[in-house]
């Protein structure tokens, strides 16, 4: 699983361990990655600037930008 977590701006990826959970957590400048997709790969940053770049825009068309 991957919860991606907005408020503190971080990728969290569990993964099973045996009958446990293991989980690792992923902020800006790492690439949080899992089993499921092998070679995928992203960092957060990157999630949260396409996030901010949409407010950017969306504050812009509110001015009349």
């Known amino acids: 699983y991957w919860i991606v977590d907005p408020i503190e701006r971080r990728v969290i990826v569990l993964t099973r361990d045996g009958d446990v959970w293991a989980e690792r ?20 940053a990157a999630l ?12 812009g068309d509110a001015n009349g930008r």
Request: glycine share 12%; charged share 20%; aromatic share 12%.
């Open 25 to 44: 957590a992923f902020v800006a400048g790492q690439l949080a990655e899992g089993l499921v997709l092998p070679g995928f790969r992203v960092d957060p």
């Open 48 to 59: 949260w600037a396409a996030y901010e770049a949409g407010e950017a825009e969306e504050a």
